[in-house]
């Protein structure tokens, strides 16, 4: 139990540095870029803020350590670990881009940004999962079925994952209205929708597990 | 007593239908008409006001003009004249505005934007209500009064070339005419040509007064490609050159003495950037108005058309040619027209039309003395008097032409003021009918709610205490107190309610149907009460949602309290795009979910494979490759699914935003790509008949084949598709014969289903033959969404057909979802392809060439059917697979299920409809409850009546199914 609190209490406070991250990554472009906004300088701030949870996701996950122990402790081994996450990722990010097409993207005309908002929500969601269980698709089915979680790390990647992806879909609703906003622009909405879904995800993660610590049975801790 | 749920679901909607009638009827105002029936007649005409008593007061009225051309060109918007497509196509027309003798305006047309209502509004100056539309296909005799009828009671004689809507409206007052039919939008040359071919001769002759041209061509034009089309050029130059030809003879034949002729150019309509109309956007609503007259002073260079409605060429012509103004006319006269005349009958023109306008102000508002342009028109009458006197006098100074001046302006204020003030009667409402109306459809809505649990149990049965409730005592009370409350309601609200203009016995059986419909949803709610306190927290099982539930429950809510946005509801196919999206998500989330589980827990997950064990509609003893194969196909089956409905959604713009973006529809009907769309529409009919025929007993697979083989000639006959082996040009016709030998095939597949169907029911009771008969039932329907759809909408019913076999197959069967998660599913599918098929919350897009497929005339009943069939062919078609895939579930797994999903069908058509009636109830005063509200409306109507004919048929299948049980 008390492991349980210790670990939730280190979530609080990874959560927390992503968190300012975010923050951080939309403040800085002020002081490097002229004439910078959120909304009208769209696509900076989406590569900032993109790559700032990038990086930090990347370093408190190493520095925590909680991807899963590696097999084997060769060079070739890691490399090709890092490779096969690379494609992952890129793989990733076209699969959005699909569901995003799919769901009544323009094909051509607007596919940078398009792809800049597949980007943003992997970067959202399938990196942290590579970072939390490894380039392995069948841990990621295990975690994403239901009651498929084995560690509150777990729980906090579906908890985010979904907050994100409800967050983009509930931020698509209003294109269509013809109010004639700039925040109606393609993928501004959307992408805005993402990242307060993903704020949203990292605060109710570590306080939905608090409250469920009881029902919460890890079958492999 | 007892009845089942489908039954209970189609009396509901019964009732449902008949509270939505009695709410349109008290929702679309009947148009403001004086209530005397005759005409005015130039006697009536009031005399010059006049302070004391002179006999030269003069009550004649002297035409101002000698002969007038009317040239009406559909869907003429005001950029090809006064923009830039009118300085490139009409150099003539344009050099007539900006230096000939001309006076030019941009006159608007009101909401509808329909040819019929805007040429009553033309010929009545009437603003004709929203429900003209709908009786736009066959067009009644105008009895009102009207600028012909009063031409032709003084002796002028009209002749009349075009569309043949006037004669229709005017069925004896011209002398000499030509009708063109203005149905058969591919054509667009010859139609304007049977106009042009009489003007000449015409011309020439010298015994007519009045000559009404109605052109056709440019509006086909504009419903074939749009307003930027290349065809537009080539029409408005064959235009300009009408013009040309009359107004060069026109002033050939004015001789010195004579009174000077007048040609008048106007449209009836814009168009919008697709080049449909009948909405409210600006280039719809805005049409040029072109006075061309030697009468006018010549024009030194161009200046800004100014803005008038459309409605103020009533009195303006009226008045130029000596005629009394129609009695329901609410515009007011075109000043600048009249300023060549003099002041004095600048005034008596200006006098008479608001003389006309108190007239039917005082006859349609009870307190007409507290408008403000009734004291108006008064102070300007008796300065007015003032003036003739001082007139009459012999004064001829400044101070006279000043004082008539601001005489002048006082009489336009006046008339502003009258016309708004009657415009704005239009926005009255019938309250109590409207009310009652709501309250009907809701107390189903009620009544469909409380009786869920029942009505999706296993028994599918819902106990309605009817005979306790209408032989207790409430039910009397209630019943009194609803006469009394009816009569106190008609005897203070006069005879301006519709319920209160029937009869006694409608009325009475009105208020019964009502106070036992209180009565019974008093004591089903009574009854659920006492259930519920006994149970108590006992049903209380957290059976939680899966996400699927969550997705349907959100979106079926979230659909309805988006209603509320006018946004919203013009861009509804976005709302239903999304969601289905969403859903074939979902239901990817779930198949994963389902086999990589599996795989995962076989080994100590029994009870999986146990419950699947139940489940006689798999094929038990499958090899370890047809579950690998079985389980790729359903893999797949929603990705196939979501790749659909994205190619579908370019095919069709829809909406109001986007409307005018390029889609693949527009692309393919060029027609420098028939080839492709051929090909195309041949590819879809293959697809189609390899769908439907895997049912079907061997005749009816031969009868599709050839009837779909026969929709192929007709579209060929008709032009729109090519032929492999006729590439060279090939005449045009009608293809009434090839669209008859379909129908034949139709109707006789349809007799093959339903003799099959009642042979099932009556004598063997197989469920064999019954599925098949229904599936047959079912394929009827598809030939005939074949045969009505254009050619570039056949893909989307292959892909319906495509959608429903493999969801069919792989998932909905597979996944055990239960009757009403199914049912939703179909509905949403239905709603979204009813909007892929390219129809949309307006008007403006309901295809009515499907009303003339196989007719050589127009028939209002067929033409009716077939297009209301045609634009609802989405979602009854899902409804009817829904049928036929419940009775095969009802026949195998589940015995309750049609009665479930006949339930849930009717729910869900009743929880938008009550809802969006209550919200235009409470929005009725809206900017744009004409534009967006009211269509929507008219919609939801339409298609509350097509699932009430489908649930019918639901009970039907499910009444089979208890006899035989």
């Not at chain 1, 993207?105 to 269980?133: G, I, K, P």
């Not at chain 2, 736009?136 to 002028?156: F, M, T, Y």
């Not at chain 2, 040009?729 to 009608?734: E, L, P």
């Not at chain 2, 008219?938 to 097509?946: C, G, P, Q, R």
Request: hydrophobic share 45%; proline share 4%.
């Amino acid at each position: 139990m008390r492991d349980l609190e210790f670990n939730i209490k280190g979530m609080v406070s990874a959560h927390a540095i992503i968190a300012s991250s975010i923050f951080i990554a939309t403040l800085m472009p002020h002081f490097f870029a002229e004439k910078y906004s959120v909304i009208g300088t769209h696509l900076v701030w989406l590569y900032s803020v993109s790559g700032s949870v990038a990086v930090v996701n990347i370093t408190i996950f190493w520095l925590l350590g909680i991807s899963p122990p590696p097999k084997k402790h060769t060079l070739s081994y890691k490399v090709s670990k890092v490779v096969r996450s690379c494609l992952h990722f890129i793989a990733s990010c076209l699969f959005f881009h699909v569901v995003l097409v799919l769901y009544g993207a323009t094909l051509l005309e607007s596919a940078l940004e398009t792809f800049s908002l597949a980007v943003l929500l992997s970067s959202f969601t399938t990196l942290r999962c590579l970072c939390v269980l490894g380039p392995n698709v069948q841990a990621w089915i295990r975690v994403f079925s239901r009651e498929g979680a084995m560690s509150i790390w777990d729980t906090s990647l579906q908890i985010t994952t979904a907050c994100t992806v409800i967050g983009t879909w509930v931020g698509a609703f209003p294109i269509p209205l013809d109010w004639d906003r700039p925040w109606q622009v393609w993928p501004i909405s959307c992408s805005l929708g993402a990242t307060f879904g993903f704020l949203t995800g990292l605060i109710i993660a570590p306080g939905w597990i608090y409250w469920h610590r009881k029902q919460l049975t890890y079958k492999c801790k | 007593m007892k009845i089942s749920s489908s039954v209970f679901a189609s009396f509901c909607l019964m009732i449902e239908i008949s509270g939505i009638a009695l709410f349109l009827r008290g929702f679309f105002p009947a148009p403001i008409k004086s209530s005397f029936s005759s005409k005015t007649k130039l006697s009536d005409l009031p005399a010059e006001p006049l302070t004391g008593n002179n006999p030269n007061s003069s009550t004649i009225l002297v035409p101002l003009f000698h002969r007038v051309v009317i040239v009406l060109i559909d869907a003429l918007r005001e950029d090809f004249v006064f923009g830039a497509k009118g300085r490139q196509y009409m150099p003539y027309t344009q050099h007539l505005v900006e230096w000939g003798s001309s006076h030019s305006f941009v006159a608007k047309a009101r909401a509808p934007t329909v040819t019929m209502p805007r040429i009553k509004a033309l010929t009545t100056g009437s603003i004709p209500g929203f429900i003209d539309v709908v009786m736009n296909l066959n067009s009644p005799v105008l009895l009102e009064d009207n600028l012909l009828w009063q031409a032709k009671a003084i002796g002028k004689r009209i002749i009349f070339y075009g569309d043949d809507t006037w004669i229709r409206l005017f069925p004896k007052h011209f002398m000499e005419y030509d009708g063109t039919t203005s149905f058969f939008v591919s054509d667009y040359t010859e139609v304007d040509n049977n106009v042009t071919r009489h003007l000449d001769s015409t011309l020439k002759r010298d015994d007519w007064d009045i000559l009404i041209l109605h052109y056709l061509g440019l509006d086909h034009i504009g419903h074939l490609s749009g307003p930027h089309s290349s065809l537009i050029g080539p029409k408005l130059l064959e235009m300009d050159d009408i013009l040309r030809k009359i107004h060069s003879s026109l002033t050939s034949q004015e001789t010195e003495g004579s009174l000077p002729n007048l040609l008048v150019l106007c449209g009836d309509h814009g168009m919008s950037e697709t080049g449909s109309h009948g909405g409210s956007s600006d280039p719809e609503i805005n049409t040029p108005l072109v006075l061309i007259s030697s009468a006018f002073k010549r024009k030194v260079g161009m200046d800004n058309p100014g803005t008038v409605e459309q409605v103020d060429v009533l009195p303006t012509l009226a008045l130029g040619l000596g005629l009394p103004i129609s009695q329901n006319n609410v515009g007011c006269l075109i000043s600048p027209v009249f300023e060549h005349t003099s002041l004095r009958d600048q005034l008596r023109f200006m006098h008479l039309n608001s003389f006309q306008l108190i007239c039917l102000l005082k006859d349609s508002t009870p307190n007409f003395q507290k408008e403000e342009g009734y004291e108006q028109f008064h102070f300007a009458e008796k300065s007015h008097g003032n003036w003739i006197k001082l007139y009459l006098e012999g004064n001829t100074s400044e101070v006279l032409s000043n004082l008539g001046r601001k005489v002048l302006r006082q009489y336009v204020d006046a008339l502003k003021a009258l016309s708004s003030a009657l415009s704005k009667q239009l926005g009255k409402y019938d309250m109590y009918s409207m009310i009652v109306g709501m309250v009907l459809v809701l107390q189903v809505l009620m009544a469909l709610l409380l009786a869920m649990p029942e009505a999706l149990s296993r028994g599918a049965e819902v106990e309605i205490p009817l005979t306790s409730s209408l032989l207790s005592l409430p039910f009397y009370m209630l019943w009194l107190l609803c006469c009394s409350i009816h009569v106190l309601v008609c005897t203070s609200a006069g005879s301006s309610c519709y319920l209160c203009n029937l009869s006694w016995i409608p009325a009475l059986a009105a208020i019964t149907t009502f106070s036992a419909m209180l009565c019974v949803l008093l004591s089903m709610a009574g009854r659920k009460l006492a259930s519920g306190a006994k149970t108590g927290t006992k049903n209380v099982n957290g059976s939680g949602f899966s996400e699927l539930d969550v997705l349907l429950l959100i979106g079926t809510l979230g659909n309805v309290i988006s209603l509320g946005s006018s946004s919203f509801i013009e861009e509804e196919h976005q709302t239903w795009y999304f969601m289905i999206n969403t859903l074939c998500l979902v239901i990817f989330q779930d198949v994963c979910c389902k086999y990589f589980r599996e795989r995962r827990n076989s080994s100590d997950d029994d009870s999986y494979l146990a419950s699947k064990q139940d489940l006689p509609s798999l094929l038990s003893p499958i090899s370890e490759q047809g579950i690998g194969s079985h389980k790729w196909l359903a893999l797949s089956t929603p990705l196939l699914t979501l790749a659909c409905c994205r190619l579908l959604r370019s095919l069709n713009q829809t909406g109001v935003q986007w409307m005018h973006l390029p889609d693949l529809s527009h692309w393919l009907n060029r027609w420098e790509h028939k080839a492709e769309l051929s090909l195309l529409s041949a590819a879809s009919l293959l697809l189609i008949f390899f769908f439907v025929q895997k049912c079907c007993s061997l005749v009816s697979k031969i009868a599709l084949a050839l009837g779909l083989l026969g929709v192929y000639s007709y579209r060929a006959a008709v032009g729109n598709v090519l032929f492999p082996w006729q590439l060279g040009s090939r005449d045009i016709s009608k293809g009434t014969v090839e669209a008859r030998f379909v129908y034949i095939f139709i109707l006789g597949i349809l007799f093959t289903g339903s003799k099959d169907l009642l042979r099932s029911q009556v004598i063997t009771a197989d469920s064999r033959l019954k599925s098949r008969g229904l599936w047959e039932v079912y394929s009827g329907i598809v030939l005939l969404c074949a045969l009505l759809f254009r050619p570039h909408n056949l893909p989307v019913l292959a892909c319906s057909l495509l959608i429903q076999t493999t969801m069919a197959q792989y998932i909905w069967k597979e996944l055990q979802y239960d009757a009403a998660q199914t049912t939703i599913m179909h509905y949403w599918f239905g709603q979204a392809f009813f909007y892929f098929q390219g129809n949309s919350n307006n008007i403006a897009t309901v295809d009515i060439s499907a009303g003339f497929v196989g007719l050589e005339s127009y028939l209002a009943i067929p033409a009716i059917f077939l297009t209301a069939f045609s634009t609802y062919s989405g979602p009854l078609l899902w409804a009817c697979h829904l049928v036929c895939y419940l009775s095969s579930a009802q026949d195998s797994w589940n015995p309750a299920s049609v009665g479930h999903g006949c339930y849930c069908f009717a729910l869900l058509r009743s929880i938008p409809t009550v809802v969006y009636i209550i919200l235009v109830t409470a929005l009725r005063y809206h900017l744009f409850i004409w534009s967006v509200f009211s269509p929507k409306l008219l919609y939801e109507a339409m298609h509350t009546l097509v699932t009430t004919v489908v649930c019918i048929f639901f009970t039907a299948m499910d009444q089979n199914h208890i006899g035989q049980s």
